[in-house]
């Protein structure tokens, strides 16, 4: 977590270029780069991104749209801050040029990402790419390559702002991650639901389900192949599993003349946690995919909702209005000796464990104000990271660093869209899909 007083080491790969699959190759590391953050304050890392060496013909498009987005994902984090075209001096003119150091000094540029992009017989599209600490006036390693095709040109550019941002704040990235909503669209009193999927920044949208019947809460399995959600097709709220890839979809067996919903996979995709809903009360129960058997992990005599596993699988988060009021209780995976961990003024709801595993992000309502916050897993440390008239359901970044999601603005339209924040409350922002959206799930890092 990103906290008071804490020098974030920016360790610098002057040159990268990796496989979909892994880096090729040793990367040497030389003095690494500084970000001082004081206070909550961070003075982001001028960075200066050249647009990218066409090194055939059909390449000269291409190469700027992927040095574009790659900018585009480092400016986006809020943690770096790029230097406009305007201000160059000197740019790259192939892959292999002297670097001018001095003139790239002058415009105070602290990174410089030069890059060169080729496309080969069968569409074969070839990215490289490196890093340069420009006060250092060094290059860091050697250059390196990855190939993919055409068509994921925007995946590879995601993937070499990961590599870049990942050696310079020793975190992982999160850029190559999808987010799976609940797409809305119509008026308050009539609006059409259903789910849909898209890059972590809103591009590639694909619709999963139709609008003919209300679909709630979307939730990606751990590898991101499946996305578990409720829907009301029957008339009943009912869970379940589709697969992302063939858009195939099966439901989730259970208590027949029940409602159940709230589903999450556990962290090795094996399980599921859920809620159902009978005779006026509220239970949490978990469910082997395989066999579909069941068992329940709840049984107070009030809600238990919304499960989140702890990264290990060991732990369980839930709300439950057991003590009087809507509050946040950790439970084993099993369902032994839940324990309250929430005792500020308002309600809590939503909990997500974070993959980092040592924050828990929730939904507050306090003093007719919605927030989204975090707090240690045993509820010490509570910080309040937003403030509307309707913030909830909060979903992670792969890296734990960012958290996703919906905010509803106040008046007659109710207008439903996804925001993001850092863990630290800043860098608020808007993410762009196409119309209203919700109930944001956050993918993994993709193979």
């Known amino acids: 977590m990103m906290s008071h007083h804490m020098t974030l080491r920016l360790v610098v790969c002057l040159m990268a270029a990796m496989s979909f699959g892994a880096i090729a190759g040793s990367v040497a590391q030389a003095a690494p780069l500084k970000i001082e953050i004081t206070d909550g304050v961070i003075e982001p890392l001028p960075f200066a991104v050249p647009a990218f060496v066409a090194e055939n013909s059909a390449a000269g498009e291409m190469a700027q749209k992927i040095a574009r987005v790659v900018a585009e994902d480092l400016a986006g984090t809020g943690l770096f801050r790029e230097i406009s075209k305007d201000a160059f001096i000197s740019t790259l003119t192939s892959f292999g040029s002297p670097v001018q150091y001095a003139d790239w000094k002058a415009v105070n540029a602290q990174a410089l990402i030069g890059g060169a992009v080729s496309i080969g017989a069968g569409g074969k599209l070839t990215v490289k790419f490196r890093v340069y600490d420009v006060f250092a006036s060094q290059e860091l390693g050697k250059g390196l390559q990855f190939s993919g095709t055409e068509a994921g040109w ?23 991650s999808r987010v799976v909503y609940v797409s809305e669209n119509g008026p308050k009193n009539n609006r059409k639901k259903r789910l849909a999927i898209m890059d972590y920044d809103g591009a590639n949208l694909q619709y999963l389900t139709d609008s003919r019947s209300l679909v709630l809460a979307p939730r990606f399995s751990p590898t991101g192949d499946r996305v578990l959600y409720t829907s009301y097709e029957t008339g009943f709220p009912r869970i379940y599993v589709l697969d992302v890839a063939s858009v195939g979809r099966k439901i989730l067996q259970t208590q027949e ?19 159902i809903s009978a005779g006026g009360n509220t239970d949490i129960y978990r469910m082997d995919v395989k066999t579909g058997r069941a068992k329940r992990l709840t049984s107070a005599p009030s809600i238990e909702t919304a499960p989140s ?72 440390e509570e910080r309040l990271l937003t403030a509307s008239f309707l913030d909830e359901g909060p979903t992670w970044s792969p890296n734990g660093r960012v958290i996703m999601f919906m905010r509803e603005t106040q008046g007659a339209s109710g207008a439903s869209s996804l925001y993001s924040v850092d863990i630290s409350g800043r860098n608020l922002k808007r993410v762009r899909t196409n119309g209203g959206a919700s109930d944001p799930s956050w993918s993994p890092l993709q193979n």
Do not use: C, N
């Open 154 to 176: 925007r995946r590879m550019a995601h993937k070499v702002a990961d590599a870049v941002y990942s050696r310079i704040t020793g975190e992982g990235g999160y850029f190559d």
């Open 257 to 275: 003349g029940t409602m159940s919903f709230a589903p999450r996979f556990s962290p090795d995709g094996r399980t599921v946690v859920y809620s």
């Open 309 to 380: 596993f702890s990264p290990d699988g060991s732990q369980i988060v839930f709300e439950s209005d057991r003590s009087g009021a809507q509050q946040l209780y950790i439970m084993g995976a099993s369902g032994s000796d839940p324990t309250r961990i929430s005792f500020g003024q308002g309600r809590y709801g939503t909990p997500v464990w974070s993959p980092r595993g040592d924050l828990i992000a929730f939904t507050k309502q306090s003093k007719g104000r919605f927030h989204i916050g975090v707090m240690r897993v045993d509820g010490s």
